[in-house]
């Protein structure tokens, strides 16, 4: 027989033409191309078929539990049955002629509901309830006509048939519904969120001094000030005015020489001598040409230094050493005679804290019983809140009727500063507006610029 011939095909060269299959699950396999040229070459042939089947298995589970295995708990996956129940037969489900058997196996495999061609009551989207009152506005809007009270059409060129709704608002429907005496709700932020919501301002437990504050908002006036006051009010409110204009001239004196004492002292310090200290003057000597002074230059001397022996440094040494150790048995000794006075101590300690806690408690009382006639002529934060002014007139411009009486003060005022007062409102100082200084212009020319 005539020798046939064989054809060897080497392994390697099986493996080359041989290509993978098609991915079944994600995207198609290219891993037959060999070339390995450049990073996208290298992304693009990935066998990435072991993740996609875990990826696949994964969505399988949810298909069938709901979620996967990793995120249920133990007492979800898992039962422990001690007792046993016999109405476990009866709470499994029938055979139905009705039920098509892929209806019953989607409902055993799969917790996701199954597509049903034919409309159910669940199925079916419900429809938007719009109330009467939207819809009567909609055709309104729409210029339909609308049925009144019995089945009459209205007009909608009438007043209030328009698309303008005319009913009460909305804060009149609510109203009595808010009760500001309520617990407010605590909301519960989690973790992570405290800095997206912004943090409300907690009140102090100390009392405030609008609390504390009983002066009414409009003061009864003195009976002094009346037209036609008596003769006795008259005089002390007075006085009263006397006694607050003579403050205030003193206060003004007082700032006026403390102003002339710094002028002084800026004088004496443009002034000053070399080698005499601040404030003394040198009277100038005159000249005589009869009498020549004779210069000598002083010689000081200087004692000279001996150095130490060694018997002098040890006996230096020793001294040192006895005093420390004097020192240290009299504080010891005084130490000593302490420790039997501890007793002594002690009660005088507890006096002195009594003392100072009841000085303390009478300085809260003193500030109490002053905040309750207001903060008139206290000084609260920047500024002092201010005073009442006495108005008052003189008896040669008291007038005996209402007909030629003339008004003093001003009511503006007088309630402004009675809420500084009562601390309704913080004290300030009118700030009067500055004048700039107005900016000059100058021509410049550049043809007269000779550089």
């Known amino acids: 027989m005539a020798p046939t011939k064989t054809s060897k095909v080497s ?92 209806t019953k196996i989607l409902s ?28 009567e506005r909609l055709l309104r809007i729409a210029k339909r006509p609308r049925k009144g009270p019995f089945n009459a059409v209205m007009d909608h060129t009438e ?52 609390d504390v504050i009983e002066i009414p908002a ?21 006085m009263e005015a006397c006694k607050v204009e003579r403050r205030r001239q003193d206060e003004a004196d007082r700032l006026a020489e403390v102003r002339r004492k710094v002028a002084d002292a800026r004088a004496i310090a443009t002034n000053v001598t070399e080698g005499l200290p601040l404030g003394m003057t040198l009277d100038e000597i005159p000249a005589d040409d009869s009498e020549p002074v004779a210069q000598h230059d002083a010689v000081v001397s200087k004692k000279p230094s001996a150095r130490k022996t060694k018997q002098q440094r040890a006996k230096a040494v020793r001294l040192r050493e006895e005093k420390q150790a004097l020192a240290e048995k009299a504080a010891r000794k005084k130490m000593l005679a302490t420790i039997t006075m501890a007793k002594s101590f002690r009660s005088t300690a507890e006096k002195v ?5 009841q000085a303390r408690l009478a300085r809260q009382l003193a500030l109490k019983m002053k905040l309750r006639k207001g903060l008139a002529g206290q000084r609260l934060g920047k500024y002092k809140v201010p005073e009442n002014e006495i108005e008052v007139q003189i008896g040669e411009d008291l007038s005996e009727n209402l007909r030629t009486l003339k008004p003093e003060g001003n009511l503006f005022r007088d309630r402004f500063r009675s809420m500084q007062q009562r601390a309704l409102i913080e004290p300030r100082v009118p700030i009067l507006p500055t004048r700039r200084a107005k900016l000059k212009e100058f021509e410049k020319h550049a043809w007269k610029r000779f550089e």
């Open 11 to 102: 392994l390697t060269s099986k493996s080359s033409t041989q290509k993978h299959s098609a991915s079944g699950v994600g995207a198609p396999s290219q891993l037959a191309q060999s070339s390995r040229k450049g990073k996208k070459a290298w992304r693009k042939n990935i066998d990435i078929q072991p993740v996609e089947q875990g990826l696949e298995s994964l969505r399988s589970e949810e298909r069938v539990i709901g979620s996967t295995l990793q995120k249920q708990t133990d007492n979800q996956l898992f039962v422990v049955d001690t007792k046993g129940d016999d109405k476990v037969r009866k709470s499994l489900p029938r055979y139905s002629k009705a039920e098509l058997t892929s």
């Open 108 to 135: 055993q495999r799969s917790a996701i509901p199954a597509v049903f061609s034919r409309p159910t009551k669940d199925s079916i989207p419900s429809r938007s309830k719009v109330s009467r009152a939207d819809k």
């Open 159 to 210: 007043f209030g048939a328009g698309s303008a709704v005319i009913d009460v608002s909305a804060a009149v429907k609510h109203s009595g519904s808010y009760d500001p005496w309520a617990a407010e709700e605590v909301e519960e932020m989690a973790d992570g969120l405290e800095h997206t919501t912004k943090p409300k301002i907690k009140r102090p437990e100390s009392s405030h001094p609008r």
């Open 218 to 238: 409009v003061l009864e006036p003195h009976q002094g000030s009346s037209y036609n006051p008596p003769t006795a009010a008259h005089n002390e409110l007075i």
């Open 353 to 357: 804290s009594q003392q100072q806690n």
